[in-house]
Each structure stands twice: as structure tokens, then as C-alpha cells.
């Protein structure tokens, strides 16, 4: 039996970040099981004794990563709730009336980025943000001004060059790559591999590799700042546990100052499942730490490269289009 | 303008209303500029972050011009079992979509198929997706 879950469609919206769909073997959710069972087979070990993590997986999910909030303190589904929230999740495509600015981009469908293209783990959890809550924190008044300022700082200036628009179309980080890991929109895939003293983790969105020394090694001193932070690793019984600081001001992860600090938890269920567990703080951003979970799921390898700039004429064409219109506004003025 | 502050939002949010996308069609495309173009197929380049056809497109007056076409993420149509001579040179292709706001010849693939109608990248299997054919 193949107990993959396949699913996969691609969400819309502010969706298609953190939302997707899990699938059939609800039979197989994990409930919140934080800490979890960590009772790892004896199949599971590298050459080396460490627990095997290695491997192809993808992260895709139809859970958001916060709770919607007519679902309240609701942290799980039943399994016929799953059903029917995978069912309806599924049931949305792509919508657009022609001549809006929604009908313009290319067929997801056909370019293998629709749902239902790519697999799931299934989960019954209504959000990936663990707790009652289930939704990210307040964010402290101090970090409110913040991210207001930044974002007036580049109003009016959103197409005056590559510099203003975001770190994604930048091709410098996706926030799907973390620390904490999140599901991207598509090709949502990463790659574990191991050796004696580190992890590195390849993801395929967008091509970068984190390296995680798992030698006991301290983190970097305080003043080198780096966009993925500085990672490091150890073992908690069959748990890999890595802890991240370092991170600069400017990877703002949800609005984060430089002082965020993430620990994630792999934990390798099954064959096929690595529950994949994280937790964020940051007092200059948020008043609490919170956390989240979501299963990965094994998939046929391999990864393909994405050379985010390779051919990034989109990044031409907005400015050329930005620089285009306010030819047409002088024109129109004069 | 106003639009284009809503579109950087977008574009800082990483999330698009509709389109999980590498960057802003809205920024790139003009919804008020929607083109049918029925031409040849001169290259495909498999490259990131998008995809991008590039066709001959014979005008009205006889001549020909090169339309830039772009397309989604190349790794998902790999992982679909398209490869580069999934889509020769010569193929007779028909697009539909928005021409770039700077009016140079590039449209995004909004839809694409062949001259008889099929879609240029449907029929694949082995993703493992509910939506797929069998395998066998």
C-alpha cells in the first residue's frame, strides 16, 4: 500500500502560502502531539547511529498556518470534518472574471501548479499554529511602528528598482524556506541528507541549503547576521532539534526584528512521515513564543534546481511596466 | 497609483489574491491589453523562475513578429513527465493572455493550446495527485 496521501492543489491567496490540502489517510493524523512518541524503528539510523531523516519530502498541506477564526479554540477536525474541509479546500479553482487584474498570470492547471498536482501528508489539525489559539500573537506596539515605518519608508517607491520589491522576487529567501520551514506555494519540496556532525536541508523553493553542524558547536558571535540565521543542532533522544539565532533585521520572518529566535523538532514517525514541530519567539516582536507543526511526507525524489534569477525577466518586465505607466501619467498630465 | 501600491502589498505579502506567482503579474501584464496570438513555436526556454515560449506570430500585413510567452515554473512539468522535446520548434500553438504593460511583444500564457485545440501541457500522469489519470 502506498500510504503516500497524495493531494496538492494550490491554494489561492494569501492561501497559497500557508494553506494546502491533506488527503486520504486521515487514519494516520498525528494529533498534536507535541514531544511526540519518539519511538523511532531500529530501520531508521544512518550508518553513523544518528536517526535517519534522509530523504525527499514534501510540506505541501491544505492547513493554514493560522486558525480561521470562526473556527474558535477549535485545534482539531474529526475525521469527517477533515473530509469535508479537504473536500471543499479542493473544490476551489481558479477564478477570475477576463479583464481583471486576477485573470492575469498563466495556467496553473497546465503548468502542473493546480491543486490536486503534487502530495500532502494528511493532518485533522484546523491550523499549523498549535493551542487554542491557533493564530500568531499580538505584535508588541514597538514592532507595529516598525514595520509600519519600513513599509512607509518604500511607499511610492514599490518599482523604483530591484531593491524595493520583496526578498522573494529578489531571489535572496522565500519565506517558506524558514527557519521555521513553511509549505510553499508549489514545488514544495526539501531534501534531508546527513553526515558525521551535520544535517543540510535543501529546499527546492528557492534552491537554498541550510547546513546544520550537529557537533556541539556554539553559534556564530552575535555580530554576524546572516538571512537564514545560524542554525545548530543536537539530538533529543530520536529528535533532531536545531536552534536558530543570527537572523538580520531585513529577514523580518512575519514581521520579526533581529532577534528572532526559532528551535524546530524533526521527529521521524514512519517510512513516509517526519512530524516537523517549531517555535518562535521574539519579545522585540511578539507579547508570546508560539508554535506550529505540520507533517512531511515522503515523495519519489529528486529535487529539482530552481535558479531563482536564471531567467527572472519578470523582474524587468515590472519595472519596464512601472516605468511605462509613469510615462503614460506625465503624458496624460501635460 | 493606487493600484500600484495594492499590487506592492501584494508583492510584499508574498501572496497574490488568486495566483501563487515568483513575482506581480499585475505589475508585469496589462488586463486591458488581451491577446490571441496563433504562431509557430521558435523556442521553449526551461528556465527559473518561469518558463517561456517563444513564438513567430504572422501579422495581418505579412510580416512576422516574435512573441515572449510566459509559463510556470519549469521543475512542476518535469515532475509531470514533460521534457525539452515536449514542445518543438514548429509546433503550431495558440495562446491567450495579457501583453506586457510596456507593450513590448510578451504575454503571459493564459491559455495554451495547440492549433486543434489540445491543451499544450495536459495529459500527463505520475504526480500522485487525485486529479491524475492511472498510471496504468
Known amino acids: 500500500m502506498n500510504p503516500r496521501s497524495p493531494i496538492c492543489r494550490m491554494l489561492s491567496a494569501a492561501a497559497a502560502l500557508f494553506a494546502f490540502a491533506p488527503v486520504s489517510a486521515f487514519a494516520q493524523a498525528v494529533p498534536a502531539a507535541a514531544k511526540v512518541a519518539t519511538a523511532t524503528p531500529a530501520r531508521a539510523r544512518t550508518a553513523d547511529g544518528q536517526p535517519n531523516l534522509e530523504g525527499v519530502w514534501s510540506t505541501a498541506s491544505v492547513t493554514p498556518l493560522e486558525r480561521p477564526k470562526d473556527l474558535g479554540a477549535k485545534e482539531f477536525f474529526t475525521k469527517e470534518e477533515a473530509e469535508a474541509y479537504e ?8 477564478v477570475a472574471a477576463p479583464g481583471t487584474y486576477g485573470d492575469v498570470h498563466y495556467s496553473m492547471a497546465q503548468f502542473g ?3 490536486g498536482q503534487s502530495q500532502v501528508a494528511a493532518s485533522i489539525r ?16 514597538e514592532a507595529q511602528q516598525r514595520n509600519a515605518a519600513r513599509a512607509a519608508a518604500n511607499k511610492g517607491h514599490e518599482f523604483d528598482g530591484p531593491e524595493n520589491r520583496s526578498l522573494g ?5 522565500w519565506p517558506n524556506e524558514g527557519p521555521p520551514i513553511q509549505p510553499a506555494g508549489y514545488n514544495s519540496n526539501l531534501q534531508i541528507v546527513q553526515g558525521p556532525g551535520y544535517v543540510a536541508i535543501l529546499q527546492e523553493m528557492i534552491h537554498d541549503v541550510r547546513v546544520i553542524p550537529t557537533d556541539g558547536s556554539p553559534h556564530l558571535a552575535a555580530n554576524i547576521r546572516q538571512w537564514f540565521g545560524d542554525s545548530r543542532g543536537h539530538w533529543e533522544g530520536d529528535t533532531l532539534v536545531v536552534d536558530t539565532t543570527n537572523f538580520t533585521g531585513r529577514t523580518a520572518f512575519r514581521g520579526s526584528s533581529e532577534n528572532l529566535h526559532v528551535v524546530e523538532r524533526f521527529t521521524r514517525q514512519a517510512d513516509d512521515r517526519i512530524l516537523y514541530q517549531f517555535t ?4 522585540a516582536t511578539w507579547t508570546k513564543s508560539w ?23 519578470g523582474m524587468r518586465n515590472n519595472l519596464s511596466g512601472a516605468r511605462a505607466e509613469e510615462k503614460a501619467a506625465q503624458a496624460a498630465g501635460k | 497609483m493606487r493600484i500600484k501600491v495594492l499590487i506592492a502589498i501584494a508583492a510584499f505579502s508574498i501572496a497574490s489574491p488568486s495566483v501563487w506567482a515568483h ?21 521553449m526556454e526551461w528556465i527559473n523562475p518561469h518558463s517561456w515560449i517563444h513564438m513567430d506570430v504572422k501579422n495581418p500585413d505579412g510580416t512576422v513578429t516574435n512573441w515572449m510567452i510566459e509559463g510556470g515554473s519549469p521543475n512542476a512539468l518535469l515532475r509531470r513527465g514533460f521534457t525539452k522535446n515536449s514542445l518543438p520548434v514548429g509546433s503550431e500553438i495558440v495562446v491567450e493572455g495579457y501583453q506586457a504593460k510596456d507593450s513590448s511583444n510578451r504575454a503571459n500564457g493564459r491559455d495554451l493550446t495547440f492549433a486543434d485545440g489540445t491543451k499544450l501541457f495536459l495529459g500527463s500522469t505520475g504526480t500522485g495527485g487525485p486529479d491524475d489519470k492511472p498510471e496504468k
Open chain 1, 87 to 94: 473536500k471543499k479546500t479542493l473544490a476551489v479553482h481558479e
Open chain 1, 113 to 115: 501548479l493546480e491543486k
Open chain 1, 126 to 141: 484546523t491550523s499549523l499554529i498549535v493551542g487554542p489559539e491557533g493564530r500568531i500573537p499580538p505584535m508588541i506596539p
Open chain 1, 169 to 173: 522576487e529578489q531571489c535572496i529567501m
Open chain 1, 280 to 283: 518562535v519567539e521574539d519579545p
Open chain 1, 291 to 313: 508554535s506550529g507543526e505540520m507533517p512531511m511526507t515522503k515523495i519519489d525524489g529528486p529535487i529539482f534546481e530552481y535558479a531563482c534569477h536564471e531567467g527572472n525577466y
Open chain 2, 23 to 43: 513575482h506581480s503579474f499585475a505589475a508585469e501584464f496589462d488586463p486591458t491589453k488581451p491577446v490571441k496570438l496563433k504562431g509557430t513555436v521558435t523556442q
